[in-house]
């Protein structure tokens, strides 16, 4: 089937495209629409506070591709914008790329800074109708979606939690605790599977060392070019090319929104001009830039005392107990994904508390991540969006990284960097956490790193 495209003609269909391209409408930024080259079409977000440093990274990234063309958008008054577009231009440029056009945006009006024929470009601005243009049409044709700014979206993954979430996960973590108690009462833990919690507050129960450690990632290591942890600000999204370029207007995989809130974003999809290709991961042609803070280090964050997700880590850990927590784990994670692929209700209370519990053993983790598939990653974004909304915070990073992951994997690079905040958050080490920092940073595209283990390669490794 052939997916729907946008096609950008002129300097003002690029203008109404933006805000549906990065999911939100733009404002004191600068936009680098990139197309042609061997990598395709692709779109970096930048605040126009960027530091050089991040300034360096991008057009570094940039350069490296050799796009054959490069737009660059700019969103605020003059004096702020034009400084940072010159420093963008002017890297670029430097490292012989070809900029087709630069403008800048302000309300409904837009300028070139490359165009100096009035008849063509007036010094009071062209004006564009950007929710009333073809492109936005073509654009809402294609399910993408232009929130009014960042905040909306982190608005629609903010924490909901509530008295009822609260009192179902105390169940949860006392459903835990009695089958450790019940095991103890059986016989005790195994031999050898004493450790100490973090601060070594309490004693006698182990992580697991399953064959799936927490700094693995499913399909094997990062790549050795991979980018560690860029800090700065600005988004990646997908689409965006001259005049004349056919774009996918459909990628997301029916998610229903992007843009971001946070340090940046990154999103893959697009085209070379003249041709079409499907949106989402899987386009041949697509690449992903994601620019995120780095997460606090040790020195920056020191944990007081244990939390009961900590208890609940330990107790999950224990011999006994952990083969019955990744039985109920693995069951729960297959059933609450086929029931979200199939378009059912979402967890209840209960089924998100327990659930949360149960994914701080790394086997059901990553029972739930090697299940994200591109086919149906829609489903995989609806169903860890809500649970991220809904968890404890203690148990938010397991959920809030596999929402990043299936974001990522599907182009909605806004939130995954924005899932990815939540996760370092919640924990600033959480190893999937800051290796998926690292993969999002490296600019590598979401195609070019396949998940290679399976389910049965899980079980059989256990």
Sequence with gaps: MRPN???????????????YLVGFHPTDSVVVLCCGGTDGAYAIRLDLTASDALLDHVTELITRRRPADVILTGYGPGARVTPVVERVGDRLARDGVRLREVLRVEGDRYWSYLCTDPACCPPEGTFVDVRGSA?????IAGGLVALPDREELARMIAPVGGDAMR??????????????????????????????????????AALPSGAVPSAAVPGGALPSGAVPGAAGSGDAVPGGAAWGTVIPSGAGSGAPVSGAAGSGD???????????????????????????KAGPTSADSTKVGVSTADVARAVAGRSGVARRVVEEGVRLVRLLIE??????DPPSDEEVAWLGVLLVNLRVRDEAWVRIDDGEIGAHIRLWRDVVRRVAEPYRPGPACLLAFA??????????????????????????????HELFVSGLPPWSVPLDITPEQLDEAS
Excluded at 176 to 203: K, M, Q, R
Excluded at 339 to 344: M, N, P, T
């Design 266 to 292: 990154a999103i893959p999809g697009g085209a070379a001009s003249g041709t079409a290709v499907p949106g989402g991961a899987a386009a041949g042609g697509s690449i992903s830039v994601d620019f995120l």
């Design 167 to 204: 009192q179902a996960t105390d169940r949860a973590e006392r459903r835990l605790t009695s089958w450790a108690e019940a095991i103890a009462t059986e016989g005790g833990p195994a031999t050898g599977d004493a450790t100490a919690l973090p601060n070594g507050a309490v004693s006698g």
């Design 407 to 436: 974001a990522w994997r599907a182009g909605e690079g806004a939130l995954a960097n924005l899932a990815l905040d939540r996760a370092l958050a919640a924990d600033p080490h959480y190893s999937m956490a800051r290796l998926l």
């Design 339 to 344: 029931r979200a692929r199939a378009g059912g």
């Design 5 to 19: 495209t946008l096609r950008l003609r002129s300097p003002a269909d690029v203008v109404a495209a933006i805000p």
């Design 135 to 139: 492109v936005a049409t073509a654009a």
